[in-house]
T-cell receptor, first 112, second 115 residues
Framework: GQQVMQIPQYQHVQEGEDFTTYCNSS?????IQWYKQRPGGHPVFLIQ?????EVKKQKRLTFQFGEAKKNSSLHITATQTTDVGTYFC????????????FGQGTTLQVKP | NAGVTQTPKFQVLKTGQSMTLQCAQD?????MSWYRQDPGMGLRLIHY???????DQGEVPNGYNVSRSTTEDFPLRLLSAAPSQTSVYFC??????????????FGNGTRLTVT
């Protein structure tokens, strides 16, 4: 079945350093979504990518969707303590409606 | 606007007991789903529904039942609780039966412990 792998599982950075998490799918995706979960909270939607090679930015966050629509990345420039949390990618296979499969998540710790 | 409401917030069960986790949304969303979250495992899809009267299995459906008699409600039933079902459970919903272009809205979660 469809699998979505995400690395790394944990990342500790010094405030001001950059951070990247990578997401890889075993199948071609129709779209990929990214979510952030603060400690003790629930996942909150950040963004969705649909087109091959798509790049979207939200302030210090840059999201990319691979040309083959099987991988994606989230890059945070100059991390801040407010970036702490777990970042999840979630993908939906082409032609498979309704099943959004999440990666394992990357937990980001930022040292002030 | 309440969004997605889950009850209870916390629950402790003994092995073999049954219970129902409640989920309700007031956004008229067609799509609803249940995930469990375990350390290092991310969010795993248990069951989902693309509309009233329609349900389907996700990645880890064993030991759980669902039904969708109304658009608003999507309860998750544990038939005979096992310690392996100790987890945090999230209900989520979105506009379209095909969640392709709709972000998921999550409830606050239910923390379940089975002893």
């Amino acid at each position: 079945g469809q699998q979505v792998m995400q690395i790394p599982q944990y990342q500790h950075v010094q405030e001001g350093e950059d951070f990247t998490t990578y997401c890889n799918s075993s199948t071609t995706l129709s779209n990929i979504q990214w979510y952030k979960q603060r400690p003790g909270g629930h996942p909150v939607f950040l963004i969705q990518l649909v087109k091959s090679g798509e790049v979207k930015k939200q302030k210090r966050l840059t999201f990319q969707f691979g040309e083959a629509k099987k991988n994606s990345s989230l890059h945070i420039t100059a991390t801040q303590t407010t970036d702490v949390g777990t970042y999840f990618c979630a993908g939906q296979s082409s032609g498979n409606t309704g099943k959004l499969i999440f990666g394992q998540g990357t937990t980001l710790q930022v040292k002030p | 606007n309440a969004g997605v409401t889950q009850t209870p917030k916390f629950q402790v069960l003994k092995t073999g007991q049954s219970m129902t986790l409640q989920c309700a949304q007031d956004m008229n969303h067609e799509y609803m789903s249940w995930y469990r979250q375990d350390p290092g495992m991310g969010l795993r899809l248990i069951h989902y529904s693309v509309g009233a009267g329609i349900t389907d299995q996700g990645e880890v459906p064993n030991g759980y039942n669902v039904s969708r008699s109304t658009t608003e409600d999507f309860p998750l039933r544990l038939l005979s609780a096992a310690p392996s079902q100790t987890s945090v459970y999230f209900c989520a919903s979105s506009y379209a039966g095909d969640s392709r272009y709709s972000p998921l809205h999550f409830g606050n979660g239910t923390r379940l412990t089975v002893t």
